[in-house]
């Protein structure tokens, strides 16, 4: 098909994707989104989690990010911006174009040319969740919480009937939380082997601290569960976590043990795991396996910022933010003229974090292609800036440090821009 010229191309059909469309083709831009997905909504119809109490809800109140999903879908495509899911933006080049490829290749892409010139482009390109490594972690049967999440809340499969869960982060323990809630049986949230290659805490002090920062932020089950650990502070302090675990709305929260290895024949049958000392040395003698059929990881979220690379956006190593973050300013234009960017690409934030995420840049781009008179298009940034600072307060920190990022992107950015 010949090659169509559009305004804005956005890659990434997830909720900053989304709402920058619907920001920018409400004010007349034509829009397209791009996903490889084969369908809209990025991890939001993944998502299912207890809301937070301290926001009223009861302990059975369960946010529905499917439905958000369709939200921010019906209100791109109302305002006139077109999604094309099962593609993959495979490059992008000055001037701008973007080249275009299906997921599928038995499937080809009918309704969609092989490539956009495009006046701008937004990379709303997501994270992916790092893999945990230890001995058999390659097995059939070791999946990430991510695609736990998935295989539950999208396909409606049960991923194992008895799963140990490797991992100390909001995603494992919303992953726990899920499973229990669907029938299965968890035999406990384990710490990761400190052998250097995990982002996430080793160590039962680490574990406590990490804990005590989802307390102010995280859905109902993670306040309980901080709550609950809290109560082990001055315990901590003479005899440690108590080595046993505790159980938390019938989850063993196992942070005196380590998982050391998995094993199996063809796929995850069992993990072996050790007690660990309050600093996390391992206790000799003291291996047992446990059986299993599912094994589930998580080792953090990294932000997938390549395709911005790609495209001529200098990278910082940030650790804070999540791993190597494109160059942007509080607007979320980066150093190349007409790149902008949204979401987890920008520092790895909560859903509701990156649709706001998506507003702001999306003005910023309506801006750039002048869509729209300036002062309007400003009114409603700032409006937007108040509302991520309320989003960011009842966000779940998945880097609990991220200000602290933040305030060096800003440093960079600003020496960049002289």
Request: aromatic share 4%; with cysteine; net charge positive.
């Amino acid at each position: 098909m010949a090659i169509e010229k559009v305004d804005l191309v956005i890659v990434g059909a997830g909720p900053a994707g989304l709402a920058a469309a619907a920001e920018v083709s409400r004010h007349n831009g034509n829009v397209i989104v791009l996903d490889e997905s084969p369908r809209p909504g990025g991890r939001l119809p993944s998502q299912m989690h207890r809301e937070p109490r301290s926001a009223g809800h009861g302990s059975l109140s369960w946010s529905n990010g499917a439905a958000k999903a369709e939200t921010l879908v019906n209100e791109a495509q109302n305002a006139g911006a077109r999604i094309h899911c099962g593609v993959a933006a495979w490059g992008i080049f000055p001037d701008w174009y973007v080249g275009i490829a299906p997921t599928d290749a038995s499937r080809p892409m009918r309704d969609c040319p092989a490539g956009f010139e495009t006046r701008a482009v937004l990379v709303a390109a997501g994270a992916c969740q790092n893999p945990l490594i230890l001995p058999g972690w390659t097995l059939p049967g070791v999946i990430t919480a991510g695609a736990a999440q998935t295989m539950i809340n999208v396909h409606r499969v049960l991923p194992g009937h008895k799963a140990v869960i490797i991992g100390i982060d909001p995603l494992c323990l919303a992953v726990a939380q899920l499973l229990i809630a669907v029938g299965a049986e968890v035999l406990g949230v384990f710490l990761p082997p400190a052998n250097g290659l995990q982002s996430g805490p080793t160590s039962p002090k680490a574990a406590i601290r990490t804990l005590a920062g989802f307390s102010a932020y995280a859905p109902g089950f993670l306040m309980t569960l901080a709550a609950k650990a809290g109560k082990y502070m001055s315990t901590l302090a003479a005899a440690g976590f108590p080595r046993r675990g505790i159980k938390i709305d019938g989850l063993p929260l196992m942070l005196r043990q380590a998982a050391l290895s998995i094993s199996g024949l063809e796929r995850a049958q069992a993990v072996k795991t050790a007690a660990l000392s309050s600093d996390g040395c391992l206790k000799s003698g003291s291996e047992i396996q446990l059986q299993t059929d599912i094994v589930i990881t998580s080792s953090g979220l990294s932000p997938l910022a390549e395709l911005a690379h790609l495209a001529g956006c200098p990278l910082h190593h940030i650790p804070e933010m999540g791993g190597w973050v494109p160059v942007h300013n509080d607007r979320f234009e980066t150093p190349r003229p007409g790149i902008f960017i949204a979401g987890s690409i920008s520092g790895v934030e909560g859903a509701a974090v990156a649709e706001i995420q998506g507003r702001i840049a999306g003005l910023a781009a309506a801006s750039y292609l002048k869509l729209a008179a300036e002062e309007d298009l400003e009114r409603n940034r700032r409006r937007h800036q108040k509302n991520i600072i309320e989003a960011r307060q009842t966000a779940i920190p998945f880097y609990p440090q991220i200000e602290t990022g933040r305030a060096r992107m800003n440093r960079i950015w600003q020496e960049l821009s002289g």
